[in-house]
């Protein structure tokens, strides 16, 4: 493609709920444009920005796509986004870097728990926003209903432009409410010249032209005037003044259509082109103007065999082929290569891009996902991208044994092109952690293992990061004497254990007087003691929250040691342990969820049944509640399948770490009559 000013830009992210027709509109916006020579679908595997093969698998997008078109001289980026949440972080992303978002709904279902979400993150940016009632072809589809549900859910700003005429397998055309002129094409895009409005629907086309007009006419004092001195206005008059409010923000114009058949797509185009800014209009970062380049990196495709892909959004000047730019996070230079121009996975080069649009790198050494490339280093005003944490996750071994550094690294590939994808090793329990948003979020990153990078692995749940603690002072000795032949062992020593507050830290605190214990022995008396604490006697779990007095003692001339006073410090701890009253602890989680209205006895239930304690519920509006609990972690390491199930999927829930608090003592027991028995069968093998 050619350069385009910047004024000719649009930058566009398709969003919306899962499954709302977003990739085949991507791809009968690209076809109607002539950019590709076919309609592909979902069905057969051939849209352009459903390209990998997890999305073929499971029809669904799974990561942010780069295509662009160019209608009435202007070139549009496209960014088809994935509607499931396991998937946001590229369509997070994508938001961040468009001046526009195309919204898509379902005319069966209308306005469902995603788009409620992504119209507030658009509202939030700031964003022009058009809408696409699609699906008007389908069973039980009704325009006029969805209309309803997204003027009292998302905004009454929202403004039908179109409305169908008929619906279902009887969906016969469209009207163009501006021009009020009729195009009878069920199928192919305005095919043929437009007709008089079909008398079935000449009453509905005059009500939705009204409203068109009042909102319009609104957000213009002089057209407003004219209206009411002549009660009328022509529809180019009407258009010009939309495409004004639109760009404004004012208003959000609604059309309608079928994806999969073409049918609604130069509406959307021309909507694109008139309704949303252009990036002359509203530039992104601060600090960047003046002649120096600046890119700013909102995805990372880790491709095996092309290497890094990062995708880009110029902010200012012009970035070419074969330069060299500095990364503002490592300071370090990153060579540019070859640029490269997206149409999905298709890569063409590229020489240049300007400010405002969006292109592609590969090979760089060490950019990722929200790195700003700059020619000349200087400070760069933006907001850095924000992720989820993630909300669940699952211990993860390789099958075979010898993989875990292959498997390591290729976690951390994944992670570079989806931040949302977590890997830690848990430091008590030693397992590594695999954490994601959702679980075909997890699943998909294993099935990329497998296929991308040869690695089969295994997910268990992960093990609770259980503590132990004391109650009680105690005061204990411990005394390690060996007398083999020559030269023998003595270590002596007495300690008091305090608890310390708030069941954390611990201290060791030289009380001996007199020397009873040369100088030299009293440090391994503390690491005796601290290794020991590594394993505590109920379950086996780290103890926590202890101070060590260290009281009294003896030693013998020529037997004692460090290692004799290290095992006598052993040997006090644990007997000390036993009379110290002490207790298992178990991490208490923070949990805010938010489910349908309907559904929030069946979730509180639920979480009481998990020993939740409800902290606050609160209605949000467009018919979720948001409820905030503490739930100890042991009991919601699966609470996404239940929390599915309990709201049909329109629940979803984030997880933060609180604090360690005592396990109840009848549970307690279970759990260390199991570690016991484990330990038990360790020993044994
Ligand atoms: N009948 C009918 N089916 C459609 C229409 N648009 C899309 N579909 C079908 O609906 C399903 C989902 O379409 P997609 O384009 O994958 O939807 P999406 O919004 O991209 O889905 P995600 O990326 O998973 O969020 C596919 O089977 C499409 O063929 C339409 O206008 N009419
Ligand atoms: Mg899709």
Excluded at 48 to 73: F, T, Y
Excluded at 391 to 398: G, L, N, Q, R
Aim: aromatic share 6%.
């Amino acid at each position: 493609m050619p350069q385009f000013e910047p004024s000719k830009i649009r930058n566009v992210a398709v969003v919306g709920h899962r499954g709302t027709g977003k990739t085949s509109l991507v791809e009968a916006l690209l076809f109607q444009a002539g950019a590709v020579n076919r309609l592909g679908s979902i069905e057969a595997s051939s849209t352009v920005s459903d390209w990998d093969e997890d999305e073929h698998r499971r029809q669904m997008s799974l990561a942010a796509s780069l295509c662009h078109l160019e209608w009435q001289g202007r070139k549009i980026n496209l960014i088809d986004t994935p509607g499931d949440p396991g998937f946001q972080a590229d369509t997070l992303a994508a938001l961040r870097v468009v001046e526009g978002a195309l919204v898509a709904v379902n005319a069966v279902n209308g306005v469902e728990v995603q788009t409620t979400r992504l119209w507030e993150r658009c509202e939030a940016l700031d964003l022009c926003r058009v809408v696409f009632v699609n699906m008007l072809d389908r069973e039980r589809a009704d325009f006029f209903a969805a209309l309803e549900g997204i003027r009292s859910q998302l905004s009454d700003r929202c403004v039908a432009v179109q409305i169908p005429i008929g619906h279902e397998h009887e969906l016969k055309g469209i009207v163009d409410l501006f021009h009020m002129r009729a195009y009878m094409s069920p199928e192919g895009d305005r095919e043929g010249a437009p007709v008089d409005i079909p008398a079935e629907i000449a009453d509905q086309a005059a009500t939705y032209r009204e409203q068109l007009v009042d909102s319009v006419v609104e957000t213009d004092e002089a057209l407003m005037e004219r209206y009411l001195e002549e009660g009328e206005v022509s529809g180019d008059e009407l258009a010009a003044a939309l495409k004004n409010a639109v760009v404004a923000g004012e208003l959000f114009p609604v059309t309608c259509g079928v994806a999969t058949k073409n049918l609604g797509t130069t509406s959307v185009l021309d909507l694109l082109v008139e309704g949303v800014p252009s990036p002359v209009k509203k530039p992104l970062a601060a600090g960047v103007d003046g002649d120096a380049a600046a890119a700013f990196v909102f995805k990372t495709v880790a491709d095996p065999f092309a290497g890094r892909i990062n995708v880009f959004r110029v902010l200012a000047g012009k970035l070419a082929s074969d330069s060299t730019l500095v990364n503002v996070r490592t300071h370090s230079k990153e060579r540019v290569g070859q640029l490269l121009e997206l149409q999905g996975k298709e890569h063409v080069q590229a020489q240049e891009f300007g400010p405002g649009d969006i292109g592609a790198v590969s090979k760089l050494k060490e950019t990722v996902t929200g790195d700003v490339l700059l020619t000349q280093e200087r400070p760069v005003e933006l907001a850095p991208l924000e992720f989820p944490q993630p909300v669940m996750s699952f211990a993860i071994t390789p099958k075979a044994k010898g993989d875990e550094e292959k498997m390591g690294t290729a976690l951390r590939r994944l992670a570079e092109e989806d931040p949302t994808l977590t890997l830690r090793r848990d430091e008590q329990t030693g397992e590594q952690l695999l954490g994601g948003l959702s679980q075909i979020h997890v699943e998909v990153a294993v099935e990329r293992l497998r296929r991308r990078f040869g690695v089969e692995v295994d997910l268990h749940q992960p093990r609770v990061p259980y503590l132990e603690t004391i109650r009680k002072e105690s005061r204990a000795q411990g005394r390690y004497k060996k007398q083999t032949g020559g030269r023998g062992q003595f270590g002596d020593c007495h300690i008091v254990l305090e608890p310390l507050p708030g069941h954390e830290g611990y201290e060791f605190v030289d009380k001996i007087v007199g020397g009873v214990i040369p100088q030299g022995f009293r440090p391994a008396v503390d690491k005796g003691i601290q290794e020991a604490m590594l394993h505590g006697d109920l379950a086996g779990a780290p103890v926590k929250g202890v101070r060590v007095l260290l009281v009294d003692g003896s030693y013998h001339s020529v037997d004692s040691s460090e290692m004799a006073f290290k095992i006598a410090g052993s040997l006090a701890f644990k007997s000390a342990y036993e009379k110290a009253d002490p207790v298992l602890l178990e991490p208490i989680m923070a949990l805010e969820a938010a489910v349908p209205d309907e559904t929030v006895g069946a979730v509180n239930g639920d979480l009481n049944s998990r020993r939740g304690r409800l902290h606050g519920m609160e209605p949000t509006g467009s018919g979720m509640t948001s409820i905030k609990a503490e739930v100890p972690m042991a009991e919601i390491l699966t609470y996404s399948q239940s929390l599915t199930s309990l709201t049909g999927g329109r629940g979803d829930y984030t997880l933060s770490f609180l604090r360690y608090e005592e396990v109840p003592a009848h549970i307690a027991q279970r759990i260390i009559e199991e570690a016991r028995r484990e330990r038990e069968e360790a020993k044994a093998s």
